[in-house]
């Protein structure tokens, strides 16, 4: 329900019970006239056909035609910025494209298989644990697409739900997101800070990795505390140079793709972001993907890109702010994407 007084003209009531719409204005949005607002129309183009509706119909198509110092006014002219809220305050954190060591046949050196998701696994419902499928519940089924040399990068990349497998001689395969266990993610990071493994100043997931492989045995344990269990499928069609594949089956982008709750954020949706924290950010982005632990209006996950350095800097982020999504100026409301599961 809209927040009585807050009534946004001609926009469709909101998908979540007690979400309140309130319409902002562009020169109300910190910092939007020093964006790189061609940037942000790249990205936006790109997945901009997956909206429903005939108003996102209309703007995906005149998108198009827009010229590079054109963006901003395409913008503003055609979108109105609206603030979400549930009550709950913005929070936003990062993920990334982890980047693995891996072979395409098990040895001493990479010993931990990377399943495919199995026929038989169930439509619905939770299915084997992340304990049961590691004790041996898959063995002998030919289920491997690979092997990964270390268990907890194997962990972290299922939490992130893509990456890259560095094979021997150079090569590297992409692999994605194929399904899950039915299980529901469990941070281990909530549960080291609740045991008082780790302090609330050094719980990054850097501080969650170190700690795990300081602690070999009780780690593989903490582990599967987290029954979710993911399957991969590998990627043969993507580019080296792209980013890993979003919700919307397009390449996300680091620095503009934006993982949502499409209860909330239509997926496709430019959306702005004033992040506070140690690096603040102030950015238009596009909500093009979502993740099992992103729920709530003011919550989402910044894409940092691949690798160990994008790493680190998705890890350091947990942040308060607010994000302003860009809903069309000539009246169309929320219009959430069925949105496949995923793992981030």
């Not at 719980?203 to 993911?230: C, F, K, Q």
């Not at 499928?233 to 982008?253: I, K």
């Not at 102030?282 to 690798?307: E, N, P, Y």
Request: aromatic share 8%.
């Amino acid at each position: 329900m809209m927040r009585s007084g807050s009534a946004v003209s001609g926009l469709a009531a909101p998908p979540l019970r007690g979400l309140q719409l309130t319409p902002v204005g562009f020169a109300d949005l910190d910092g939007w006239a020093d964006d790189d607002h061609a940037e942000a129309l790249r990205v936006f183009r790109a997945t901009c056909g997956a909206l429903n509706g005939p108003a996102w119909a209309r703007l995906a198509r005149l998108s198009q035609g827009v010229g590079t110092s054109e963006a901003r006014t395409f913008f503003e002219r055609n979108f109105r910025p609206v603030l979400m809220q549930d009550g709950e305050d913005g929070l936003f954190t990062g993920y990334f494209e982890p980047e693995i060591e891996g072979d395409l046949a098990p040895s001493e050196r990479c010993p931990v298989p990377i399943y495919r998701l199995p026929p038989d696994r169930p439509a619905s419902g939770p299915w084997f644990t992340r304990s049961e499928i590691e004790a041996g519940a898959l063995d002998g089924r030919g289920l491997e697409i690979a092997w990964a040399r270390d268990p907890i990068d194997l962990f972290f990349l299922q939490v992130q739900g893509s990456g890259r497998l560095r094979l021997p001689g150079g090569k590297v395969m992409r692999i994605g997101y194929a399904g899950s266990n039915g299980h529901p993610y469990r941070s281990i990071g909530r549960a080291l800070l609740d045991r008082g493994a780790l302090s609330p100043e050094r719980s990054t997931a850097e501080d969650v990795r170190t700690w795990l492989r300081a602690h070999p045995e009780e780690g593989a344990s903490v582990m599967r505390i987290n029954a979710s269990y993911v399957f991969f499928r590998e990627l043969v069609d993507l580019s080296a140079d792209a980013g890993p594949l979003g919700t919307l089956g397009q390449p996300v982008t680091a620095g503009r793709t934006l993982a949502v709750d499409p209860g909330c954020v239509p997926l496709g949706a430019p959306v702005w972001i004033e992040m506070q924290g140690p690096e603040p950010l102030r950015r238009l982005m596009v909500a093009q993907d979502t993740g099992s632990a992103i729920k709530g209006a003011q919550r989402a996950d910044i894409f940092f890109g691949t690798g160990v350095e994008a790493g680190r800097k998705a890890g350091r982020v947990r942040n308060g702010g607010r994000m302003v999504v860009l809903l069309p100026a000539d009246g169309e409301g929320p219009a959430p994407v069925s949105a496949a599961a995923d793992a981030s």
